[in-house]
């Protein structure tokens, strides 16, 4: 059975870092297409990045460039965001997301293509 376990949420001040973690087990291989996605109140969820875990590459919301990386550590099935220069508009409950990679599709951010998610962690920038 997948599970994705997220981590590593909290509050910051704008301009600051946080890095959040999302553990997967139960994969038996190590293709995936991995991403988080974020969900203020009342809007719908949006991707932040996505990340094809065979190939290394990664896609990143607009507004995100240059602010977020997301990396991984195969040896612990872990991915992890890297936010920066946090702005009050990245305040979102962040929701790391999974499914199973299938050459040669892509890894988008269709929230129905995934079928693995995380419980979310919320991440607040105060002004």
């Known amino acids: 059975q997948v599970q994705l376990v997220e981590s590593g949420g909290g509050s910051v001040e704008a301009g600051g870092s946080l890095r959040l973690s999302c553990a997967a087990s139960g994969y038996t291989d190590n293709s995936r297409c991995m991403a988080w996605f974020r969900q203020v109140p009342g809007k719908e969820r949006e991707g932040v990045v996505v990340l094809n875990t065979r190939t290394g590459g990664t896609s990143y919301r607009g507004s995100v460039k240059g602010r977020f990386t997301i990396s991984q550590d195969n040896a612990k099935s872990t991915v992890y965001l890297q936010m920066n220069s946090l702005k009050p508009e990245d305040t979102a409950l962040y929701y790391c997301?999974?499914?199973?990679?299938?050459?040669?599709?892509?890894?988008?951010?269709?929230?129905?293509?995934?079928?693995?998610w995380g419980q979310g962690t919320q991440v607040t920038v105060s002004s």
């Open positions: 997301a999974a499914r199973q990679y299938r050459w040669p599709e892509g890894c988008g951010f269709s929230i129905a293509e995934y079928v693995n």
